[in-house]
C-alpha cells in the first residue's frame, strides 16, 4: 500500500503519543507565528537522540546511555526496535549489556529482517504502459527488476505528467543496490527498460534508492519470519529481561 496523506507517517505517532503527551505548548514567536522548543515541546519526549548502551541489570531498573553521552534511569524501559537492529546488535554484542540471553537470542534470530527497496525514478515523458504493475522475467536471475510500477496510472499516487515510474529489488538485490553508486544502478535500470522498449528510451533525470539495510535505525524493513517458528518462539521475544520489555511488529504472533 502507498500512504500519501500529506501529514506523513508522523500524524500516527502523534495520534497515539495524544494520549498520554500534552500537545506541545505555543510560545509567541514574531509577527503572530509560535515556535515550539527542539524536542517539539514536550518536557517527557525527547527527539534526536540514538540509543548506544543499554544496562538492563540494574538495581534500580534500566539505564540507557545515548550517542551523546547522556544517561537515562527508569524501573522499567520498552524496546521497540527492529528485529534487524536487535539481531544486529547481537551479531556484533554491542547494545544490550550484557549479552541477551541465549533463548532471546535464538527467538530473535527467527526474525531476520527482509529487505524490500523500491527504487523510484524521474523522466522526462512517459514510455511504459499505461497500467498498474508492468512485470519483466530475467532469463537467469530470479527477481532482478522483475516489479514495475507506473506512480501515476489512474491518476492514483500522481498526476499525468509526473513521470516517475517505481522498480522494486529484494534481499541480495537490494544489498547490491544500496552498495553500489547510483550510475550502476541507473545502467542496469536502463538496460532492463531497453529490452522491454527499445533504445529510443530517454535517460532518468533523477533517482531514488532508499537504504533500509544499511540504515542502523532500521536494518532492513520488516521481520522475516523463518519456517518453523512457534508461537513460543514469539513469546520469548516479547519476554521481559528484568526491567526491559519487548515489543514492535517482529514479536507480534497475530499480525
Not at 35 to 62: C, M, P, W
Not at 198 to 227: H, M, Y
Request: with cysteine.
Amino acid at each position: 500500500y502507498f500512504v500519501t496523506d500529506r501529514r506523513g507517517y508522523a500524524a500516527v505517532a502523534e495520534h497515539i503519543a495524544s494520549t498520554f503527551l500534552a500537545p506541545p505548548p505555543l510560545s509567541p514567536h514574531g509577527n503572530g507565528s509560535a515556535r515550539v522548543d527542539a524536542t517539539g515541546g514536550h518536557s517527557r519526549l525527547l527527539l534526536n537522540k540514538t540509543v548506544t548502551h543499554i544496562f538492563y541489570q540494574n538495581e534500580s531498573g534500566v539505564r540507557v546511555r545515548t550517542a551523546d553521552g547522556s544517561e537515562y534511569t527508569a524501573r522499567h524501559a520498552i524496546c521497540t526496535f527492529s528485529a534487524g537492529v536487535v539481531n544486529a546488535a547481537i551479531t556484533s554484542q554491542t547494545l544490550f549489556y550484557p549479552p541477551l540471553p541465549i533463548w532471546k537470542r535464538t527467538a530473535f534470530g527467527k526474525a531476520l529482517n527482509g529487505i524490500y527497496t523500491k527504487i523510484f525514478l524521474k523522466y522526462s515523458r512517459r514510455f511504459w504502459h499505461d497500467a498498474d504493475y508492468v512485470l519483466y522475467a530475467h532469463q537467469t536471475q530470479r527477481g532482478y527488476y522483475a516489479v514495475w510500477q507506473d506512480l501515476e496510472s489512474g491518476g492514483k499516487f500522481f498526476p499525468n505528467g509526473a513521470n516517475l515510474l517505481m522498480v522494486t529489488v529484494v534481499q541480495r538485490d537490494s544489498e547490491r543496490v544500496e552498495a553500489q553508486p547510483h550510475n550502476a544502478t541507473v545502467r542496469e535500470v536502463q538496460a532492463v527498460l531497453k529490452s522491454m522498449y527499445g533504445e529510443g528510451i530517454p535517460e532518468p533525470l533523477d533517482i531514488f534508492v532508499p537504504k533500509w539495510q544499511s540504515d542502523t535505525a532500521f536494518r532492513g524493513c520488516w521481520s522475516n519470519i523463518a519456517v518453523g517458528t512457534t508461537k513460543r518462539d514469539f513469546e520469548m521475544m516479547q519476554r521481559r529481561i528484568g526491567g526491559l520489555f519487548f515489543a514492535g511488529e517482529a514479536t507480534d504472533y497475530d499480525y
